[in-house]
């Protein structure tokens, strides 16, 4: 079983930078289709970004695209995702996903079986 742990949320002014991480516990992480999702309060869970296995395909959000970036270091078994020009708006647990033998991305949260407890995102005003 496939577990997920994110780190490097926290408070941040708008126009501020952060850089999530998420590591995976499965040493097959290079075969996993990795993704970010997010969730405000009071709303649905959303779809961020995502990489393929290869790193060949990369898929964002209208909202987050040229402000956000996806990667991973298959070697670390991590994957980040870099986060500038942050707005309020942003503010949102952020979850990382993963899922095996998927070809290309999903942006479905029903693409993927395994998730993280989630990192706070939170962008002040």
């Known amino acids: 079983q496939v577990q997920l742990v994110e780190s490097g949320g926290g408070l941040v002014q708008a126009g501020g930078s952060l850089r999530l991480s998420c590591t995976a516990s499965?040493?097959?992480?290079?075969?996993?289709?990795m993704a970010w999702f997010r969730q405000a309060p009071g709303k649905e869970r959303e779809f961020v970004a995502a990489?393929?296995?290869?790193?060949?395909?990369?898929y964002y959000a209208d909202s987050v695209k040229g402000r956000f970036n996806i990667s991973r270091d298959n070697a670390k078994n991590t994957v980040y995702m870099e986060m500038s020009t942050l707005k309020p708006e942003d503010t949102a647990v952020y979850y990382c996903?993963?899922?095996?033998?998927?070809?290309?991305?999903?942006?479905?949260?029903?693409?993927?079986?395994?998730w993280g407890q989630g990192t706070q995102v939170t962008v002040s005003s």
């Open positions: 990489i393929s296995w290869s790193a060949g395909s990369t």
């Open positions: 499965r040493g097959t992480f290079s075969s996993y289709t």
């Open positions: 996903a993963a899922q095996s033998r998927l070809r290309g991305v999903g942006v479905h949260r029903e693409d993927y079986s395994y």
